[in-house]
């Protein structure tokens, strides 16, 4: 379907949500405005679908497989067993060690915005009734940037598991250090990692679940010192951003570059794996790490 | 100590003159041999590695290279690592815990070069892996910033049991630069950024981050290199000693500690 179909079909769907703001159609009057919510533009490959169906195959694009970048509610939704994830160090926040001009009101608005108090969440859940800790950073919060908090609650996700000899289960995406919050926010990435090299030392399992983007300093640290590290497909993975590299090296980068296929390529990423197989991939992970299945199966994940 | 803003130490430590490992290398250590490769890819000139004896006793010396001319400087690459530069550190402190002798660090980087091949070759993963081994490396390591301590470029050989800075030295999550491009779109405002960040060594000694400072001699450390070749000197003699008094359980749960606690939140 042409994109202009594509838009007269949904603005006879809902003729109320489409009024196209006047200023802007001044400007791209030759241009299809796309309503804001009920299509999605696909940033990989520009196909253009309709929300519903795009949410229906879990926020995966149809056309090219990008997977794309979802709230940690969906993301624990789609992944824990259902009614089984118990938050931790729910009610934490940010202060402002280096007196940052607007940082706390900034905070204030993106609690708000987003319903959480951080860019990460954490907890304990079952996957296919193995018990697992479990966290999600959530790149709607401050591009899920490093600052105290989450470096606080990854540390004390992996300290919880080293005590109760759990596995932790890490889905990564991160801009990086929180630059906001200074050399706080650097020493995390040292934070995290020593709590990761206990719980190992301690003989459990770590499995990173690299979704996009994961870079910078979160790559540089927690991200990449999984056990086993799974990728989803064509998300962004790397050190260092793009534009910086375009200015060290004043060339073009390929398309691929810094893409999950580009790690795996390279050697740093075990597996790339779809989100509708992840629960199983999982699940036989931890079945080959002598986990064993605990409580009453209560089916599936909602999603 | 210094009464110099962040701003002012910018410029000392990129004073010409300033003295780089290359100058403190043999004031500081005795029969020094350097060690080459990371025994997977290829030698990285941005880090010299290498043993020698302090005070008589063996250590394992890692230094990250700032060029003192254009012309050091390109051999070194800036002092900006490349993955195998972590990584033959993280083979010589391994070797360093092999022989029980003390690993000292001496950092002095814009941070870790950002390119093509880094990243082919895994930057990101180099880096994690030297924070998590040097956690729980067995034996002592003390680390000090001499210039520049830029970002996770510098961490990577920061994990330590302490970390001391030169009096001028800076140590930041990012360059200024950097920090004044990204938050404020507006690289000019750099000044700005150094002063606003809290990145001298007495804002590091209130964050727990740095445990001393080492004088350098008035005007900075270009000003008298043999000097401050001896401030550094004296406070390693004093620190090795002290660290030695520690077994190792105790040594590393105190280096785990000091990391564990940094971190500014309410709960
Ligand atoms: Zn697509």
């Known amino acids: 379907m042409a994109i202009e179909d594509l838009f007269k079909v949904v603005k006879d769907r809902s003729k109320a949500d489409t009024k196209p703001r006047p200023e802007k159609q001044k400007k791209q009057a030759q241009r299809v405005e796309i309503p804001q919510g009920l299509l999605f533009k696909c940033p990989r490959c520009g196909t253009v679908t309709y929300r519903d169906d795009f949410?229906?195959?879990?926020?995966?694009?149809?056309?090219?497989?990008?997977?794309?970048?979802?709230?940690?509610?969906?993301?624990?939704?789609?992944?824990?067993?259902?009614?089984?994830?118990?938050?931790?160090?729910?009610?934490?926040?940010?202060?402002?060690?280096?007196?940052?001009?607007?940082?706390?009101?900034?905070?204030?608005?993106?609690?708000?915005?987003?319903?959480?108090?951080?860019a990460v969440v954490t907890g304990v859940c079952r996957i296919h009734r193995y018990e697992t800790v479990i966290g999600v950073m959530d790149s709607n919060f401050m591009m899920a940037s490093m600052g105290s908090v989450v470096g606080e609650k990854i540390t004390r996700a992996f300290e919880y598991a080293t005590a109760h000899k759990l596995p932790v289960v890490l889905f990564t995406a991160s801009g990086g250090a929180r630059m906001q919050e200074g050399i706080i926010s650097l020493m995390q990435m040292a934070k995290t990692s020593g709590a990761i090299a206990r719980h190992g030392e301690a003989g459990q399992l770590y499995v990173t679940v690299m979704t996009d983007p994961t870079t910078g300093g979160v790559t540089a640290s927690f991200a990449s010192l999984g056990d086993i590290i799974i990728a989803e497909p064509k998300v962004l993975i790397g050190f260092a951003g793009r534009r910086v590299i375009q200015d060290t090296i004043k060339q073009q980068l390929p398309d691929d570059f810094q893409s999950a296929e580009f790690m795996l390529e390279n050697g740093f990423v075990d597996m790339i794996v779809e989100r509708k197989s992840l629960r199983s991939t999982l699940s036989k992970i931890f079945r080959t790490h002598n986990y064993t299945r605990d409580g009453d199966y209560i089916g599936g994940a909602a999603k | 100590m210094s009464e110099l803003t962040a701003t002012q130490r910018l410029s000392v430590i990129r004073e010409k003159g300033r003295p780089t490992v290359r100058d403190y290398i043999p004031l500081l250590f005795g029969n020094f041999l350097e060690l080459h490769g990371d025994r997977h890819f290829g030698d990285d000139a941005a880090i010299i590695g290498g043993i020698g004896t302090f005070a008589g006793r063996p250590v394992t010396v890692i230094a990250q290279v700032k060029g003192r001319n254009l012309e050091e400087n390109k051999l070194s690459n800036f002092s900006m690592p490349h993955p195998e530069g972590y990584r033959k550190a993280l083979r010589l402190a391994k070797?360093?815990?092999?022989?029980?002798?003390?690993?000292?660090?001496?950092?002095?980087?814009?941070?870790?070069?950002?390119?093509?091949?880094?990243?082919?070759?895994?930057?990101?993963?180099?880096?994690?892996?030297?924070?998590?081994?040097?956690?729980?490396l067995k034996t002592p390591i003390v680390s000090i910033v001499l210039g520049e301590g830029g970002s996770g470029g510098a961490l990577a050989l920061a994990v330590c049991d302490e970390l001391a800075m030169l009096e001028n030295a800076l140590y930041s999550v990012i360059s200024p630069r950097g920090f004044a491009s990204i938050l404020w779109k507006d690289a000019s405002r750099e000044s700005e950024a150094a002063d606003l960040m809290k990145i001298t060594a007495e804002d590091l000694l209130k964050f727990g981050v740095c445990e001393h400072i080492i004088p350098e001699p008035d005007g900075g450390a270009h000003h008298d290199p043999t000097l401050t070749a001896e401030n550094i000197s004296h406070y390693l003699s004093e620190v090795l000693q002290r660290l030695a008094a520690y077994d190792t359980e105790e040594l590393l749960e105190k280096r785990y500690n000091k990391f564990r606690k940094i971190g500014v939140f309410s709960e």
């Open chain 1, 55 to 118: 949410e229906r195959n879990k926020s995966v694009c149809a056309a090219c497989n990008y997977h794309s970048r979802i709230s940690y509610r969906e993301r624990i939704e789609m992944t824990a067993d259902k009614d089984t994830f118990t938050e931790m160090d729910a009610g934490m926040t940010s202060l402002n060690p280096i007196d940052f001009p607007g940082y706390e009101k900034k905070i204030a608005e993106l609690r708000e915005k987003c319903g959480m108090n951080e």
């Open chain 2, 95 to 136: 070797q360093a815990e092999k022989f029980r002798r003390p690993v000292i660090c001496l950092v002095d980087t814009p941070g870790a070069f950002c390119g093509i091949e880094a990243e082919k070759r895994g930057q990101g993963e180099a880096i994690a892996r030297n924070l998590m081994e040097f956690m729980t």
